[in-house]
């Protein structure tokens, strides 16, 4: 078990500048453009689940709620002394995985957005649905050894974000754009799982990475790269189960373009410890996750990441 532990682990370990007043607004207004836009797990618009995880540690399909609360503090400004505010972004997510045959699952996410952030001239609130995703993920393969107890099952997939969000390019000024309902945007998304078990001892490998289109607006979200893995295990108590977590996941993004043309200082990257739970009980499970950054690299130093927050409640298919 050490050894496939080992393996996978090392499969996810992986300024502004001007002359002016008004250049250095107008650099600051793009470099704030990466703000993990559409992980936006880190910040509202789309959340497509992304480093939180698409699945259940205890039920293969099921259809829940999720809570996620992700919470930053944004520079209010461009000069060394501008202030720092408060950003917080919730969500609300509906989330399903239904099978469709032994080796075929749809996976859904219906996301709303109760997005909130503490200027200096006072506080901003927006609210609403957000995009939504549909991925399709097949099994390509699942072993198992009585003789060892082991077992290996991995899924593959692809899916879209639809812009059924409200995208408002007024956002995208000298703060922070990505507090949004949505991107704007049709995005696309490359997908793979990797579930190893062995007894009561479990590790899930995941990787999505994201293909970002152009708005109607003629801005384009940076392609993002997400990964994680988490080991867990299963405390069989007659009729309740509990499994605790423990992990890491990060993010990578691409710089962001307006026109076609590459936006300054918006690529991006950032790393969490994942710590959490489930508790289930007949066709009942309920979860909770922590993540706190362990590096991270926003926005030139301008937006720090300080938690993400999610708990849920499931229920078996």
């Known amino acids: ?23 250095s607004i107008y ?50 400004g461009v ?36 997005n909130n952030r503490e200027l200096v001239s006072g506080k901003q609130s927006i609210q609403g649905l957000g995009d939504i995703t549909v991925m399709g993920m097949y099994s390509v393969f699942e072993t198992h050894s009585d ?5 290996h099952k991995l899924q593959l997939g692809g899916g879209i974000k639809a812009p059924t969000g409200k995208y408002n390019s007024a956002n995208n000024g000298t703060l922070n754009p990505s507090f949004q309902l949505g991107t ?18 479990g590790l899930n490998t995941a990787f999505s990475y994201t293909f970002k289109t152009e708005n109607e607006k003629h801005y384009q979200f940076g392609n993002q790269f997400n990964y994680g893995s988490t080991l867990f295990y299963l405390l069989d108590l ?14 990578v993004y691409n710089s962001n373009q307006q026109f076609k043309q590459k936006v300054a200082d918006t690529k991006g990257d950032v790393v969490f410890g994942k710590f959490g739970f489930e508790f289930g009980m007949e066709k009942f499970s309920l979860g909770a996750n922590l993540m706190l950054p362990i590096h991270q690299n926003l926005t030139g130093g301008n937006v720090d990441a300080n938690y993400r927050f999610s708990v849920n409640l499931n229920y078996q298919l």
């Open 1 to 23: 078990m050490k050894k496939y532990i080992l393996l996978f682990s090392v499969l996810f370990v992986q300024c502004i500048a001007a002359n002016t007043v008004r250049d």
């Open 79 to 114: 000069f060394n002394n501008s202030p720092w505010i408060a950003e917080n972004f919730n969500t609300t997510q509906v989330w399903a995985r239904i099978p469709i045959s032994d080796k075929v699952q749809i996976t859904a996410l219906v996301p709303f957005h109760f």
């Open 147 to 151: 003789s060892i107890s082991v077992t």
């Open 238 to 251: 007659n009729k309740i189960k509990l499994v605790p977590q423990l992990g890491i996941a990060g993010e």
């Open 184 to 201: 704007g945007s049709w995005d696309y998304l490359l997908v793979s799982e990797y579930v190893i078990k062995k007894e009561k001892f």
């Open 27 to 76: 650099k600051f207004t793009f470099h704030r453009m990466l703000l993990l836009d559409d992980d936006c797990d880190a910040c509202g618009c789309s959340a497509n689940g992304g480093s939180m995880g698409f699945s259940s540690m205890l039920n293969n399909n099921f259809i829940g709620i999720r809570y996620v609360n992700q919470s930053y503090s944004t520079k209010e």
